[in-house]
């Protein structure tokens, strides 16, 4: 069921039960400051290949070297795959660890290591760990004052999910459907209406202080919020006057969309450009996805920095894992997890730079060696969440959030 037919009807049903929802309140997070940190996280699902993108290995053997070459950048001695034309006039812009990596080379498994920082081999749909933007809405709160979500998936992913902290904090859908969801169906006054008789009717439910109707609950908080407040305006991407340089595909739309919401107040915002399972013809396959990548990661760039958003947002793109560095029977490249595909970039670091190296065959981290792990402390660390941070499951159990040997990846490397 839709969320607005939530609100039309009055209760919602979830396995043919009846799930009390409870008054609707207001849950807002500290004021908006300019100043306030955020990142968007960009997820290349498939498995993209650590060779082709940031570490071509231009000297290596030709079964084993990028297929599409290597291109030099902005910064002297950094070359990176030959199909990044617009990142690489953008490198000094950008932070490259070529020694991050793990140990999985399962896409279920895999994904949730990378997108929570927390191992969990055979993991299949399950999530275990929470997922970054999860953690940080329980610390920066679900909602801004002007209510929008904190946490906004534009972009999903597996195990981009709240996990044992619970549905208040699984993040806002704002895929495509659930953007059509946003719009008022008549007047506010009207809504309004209908939202006290649904609380009238769902104070009566005996359910109500389950877990499971209270996760429901929260969601349906986030989005009234969203619809009654200033918020929806963030998603009305076409009104944006950048929007013919983006409108070229959904992706693009996405972007835009996600550094919209950043501007208007959400820390955590995830995108997601799929189709890098490359195991046949990697060439044909990167001629379409990594040029269509190279684009708008140049747009992207630009336009954080155009709207001042350069030092306050960290732009992570990574994957679950890299792809085998020597090239197989089918003129493509299979699951490796030794080493992965991860570009950092945020003014307030330094920028222009490798982090780490693979060895001369890129199979194996030679210098620089970091983790998921690393990575769930570099992005904390940037939106000022302590390290010592311990939150507590629906269950009651205390959890701290990350590592305390957890290094971050552009200060402590």
């Known amino acids: 069921?839709?969320?607005?037919?939530?609100f039309k009807y009055?209760?919602?049903?979830?396995?043919?039960?009846?799930?009390?929802?409870?008054?609707?309140?207001?849950?807002?997070?500290?004021?908006?400051?300019?100043?306030?940190?955020?990142?968007?996280?960009?997820?290349l699902s498939g498995g993209a290949t650590h060779i082709e993108t940031f570490n071509p290995i231009p000297l290596a053997p030709v079964e084993r070297r990028s297929t599409t070459g290597a291109i030099s950048t902005n910064v002297g001695g950094i070359q990176i795959g030959g199909l990044f034309k617009e990142l690489a006039k953008r490198t000094d812009k950008v932070a490259i660890a070529r020694g991050f990596g793990h140990r999985d080379a399962n896409h279920a498994s895999a994904t949730h290591w990378v997108v929570t920082g927390e191992a969990n081999f055979g993991a299949g749909t399950t999530s275990k760990w929470p997922s970054y933007g999860s953690m940080m809405s329980v610390h920066h709160g679900t909602n801004t004052e002007n209510g929008l979500p904190t946490y906004v998936k534009v972009g999903q992913f597996a195990h981009d999910d709240a996990a044992w902290l619970g549905g208040k904090y699984a993040g806002y859908d704002a895929t495509r459907q659930g953007r059509r969801d946003l719009q008022l169906l008549g007047n506010s006054a009207d809504f309004r209406k209908r939202l006290q008789i649904l609380n009238m009717i769902d104070n009566k439910f005996a359910a109500k202080d389950q877990q499971l109707a209270k996760d429901w609950k929260e969601l349906q908080q986030q989005a009234t919020n969203v619809i009654l407040g200033d918020a929806s305006k963030a998603f009305k991407v076409e009104q944006d006057p950048q929007y013919d340089a983006f409108k070229g595909s959904s992706f693009g739309v996405d972007a835009l969309t996600s550094i919209r919401l950043i501007q208007a107040g959400s820390k955590f915002v995830t995108l997601n450009l799929g189709g890098w399972d490359m195991h046949n013809n990697i060439v044909t396959g990167l001629e379409r996805r990594q040029v269509e990548l190279d684009n708008y990661l140049g747009k992207i760039l630009d336009l954080l920095e155009q709207r001042s958003?350069?030092?306050r947002v960290m732009l992570v793109v990574t994957s679950e894992f890299g792809r085998t560095p020597k090239i197989n029977g089918n003129a493509g490249r299979d699951h490796f997890g030794r080493l992965a595909p991860l570009m950092i970039a945020c003014d307030n670091y330094e920028m222009g730079r490798t982090i780490g190296q693979s060895n001369p065959n890129a199979d194996d981290v030679e210098d620089g060696k970091t983790s998921p792990?690393?990575?769930?402390?570099?992005?904390?660390?940037?939106l000022n969440i302590p390290?010592?941070?311990?939150?507590?499951?629906?269950?009651?159990?205390?959890?701290?959030i990350v590592k305390n040997d957890a290094k971050n990846i552009l200060t402590e490397v």
């Open 309 to 311: 958003l350069n030092k």
């Open 387 to 400: 390290k010592n941070a311990r939150y507590t499951a629906t269950d009651g159990r205390p959890h701290n």
């Open 10 to 43: 009055g209760a919602s049903f979830l396995g043919g039960a009846c799930i009390a929802q409870g008054n609707i309140t207001a849950s807002y997070a500290d004021d908006i400051d300019e100043d306030d940190t955020a990142v968007l996280f960009l997820f």
């Open 1 to 6: 069921m839709k969320r607005r037919d939530l």
């Open 373 to 382: 792990e690393d990575l769930a402390w570099t992005i904390f660390n940037h």
